[in-house]
T-cell receptor, first 114, second 112 residues
Framework: ETGVTQSPTHLIKTRGQQVTLRCSSQSGHNTVSWYQQALGQGPQFIFQYYREEENGRGNFPPRFSGLQFPNYSSELNVNALELDDSALYLC?????????????FGEGSWLTVV | GNSVTQMEGPVTLSEEAFLTINCTYTATGYPSLFWYVQYPGEGLQLLLKATKADDKGSNKGFEATYRKETTSFHLEKGSVQVSDSAVYFCALSVLEYSTLTFGKGTMLLVSP
């Protein structure tokens, strides 16, 4: 049990639709990152939020966007869904964005785009 | 850029066998190194980590040593159990934002 909770756990969307995934970070953690894990692959970094500001972004298009709230919970929004967006979306939290700090993952949200 | 290369799986072992999963990396800067484990249908759990050269991370009988000269962080366990069956990911982080770069994962299957 990492203390990072994500919702929903599973969802199915149609190509072109929009989706919002939610994450509650571990108590006391001010940094949240989102990762996309395609089937059979390692997770890929999407972006990170630190104290409500975007603090880094991976190689994902602008239709992937996010928010972090004052209580450090976070949302991932994906617009204009494509079939290739089907994946497990993982939220991870840590205290400060410092190298070597332990990063805790939630159980993920499985997104299927049809 | 940063990258992690792991041996391809699946690795199939009998219970009580010795396990090695190879991991090598390239990094811009001095990385911290991690092993994460993912059980079927679940998220990632941190297994162990090492933050500087020659450090040994260990947990639940698993070990890995940070070898800067060979840019490696191989995972080992002396005697595997059926319950160790999972996918194992090697990962690194460097200064920028402490984000993780993962390998593709290695599936371990342990039979009784």
């Amino acid at each position: 049990e990492t203390g990072v909770t994500q919702s929903p756990t599973h969802l199915i969307k149609t190509r072109g639709q929009q989706v919002t995934l939610r994450c509650s970070s571990q108590s006391g953690h001010n940094t949240v990152s989102w990762y996309q894990q395609a089937l059979g692959q390692g997770p890929q970094f999407i972006f990170q939020y630190y104290r409500e500001e975007e603090n880094g972004r991976g190689n994902f298009p602008p239709r992937f966007s996010g928010l972090q709230f004052p209580n450090y919970s976070s949302e991932l929004n994906v617009n204009a869904l494509e079939l290739d967006d089907s994946a497990l979306y993982l939220c991870a939290s840590s205290y400060d964005s410092k190298q070597g700090n332990t990063i805790y993952f939630g159980e993920g949200s499985w997104l299927t785009v049809v | 850029g940063n990258s992690v290369t792991q041996m391809e799986g699946p690795v199939t072992l009998s219970e009580e066998a010795f396990l090695t999963i190879n991991c090598t990396y390239t990094a811009t800067g001095y990385p911290s190194l991690f092993w994460y484990v993912q059980y079927p249908g679940e998220g990632l759990q941190l297994l162990l980590k090492a933050t500087k050269a020659d450090d040994k991370g260990s947990n639940k009988g698993f070990e890995a040593t940070y070898r800067k000269e060979t840019t490696s962080f191989h995972l080992e366990k002396g005697s595997v159990q059926v319950s160790d069956s999972a996918v194992y990911f090697c990962a690194l982080s460097v200064l920028e934002y402490s984000t993780l770069t993962f390998g593709k994962g290695t599936m371990l299957l342990v039979s009784p």
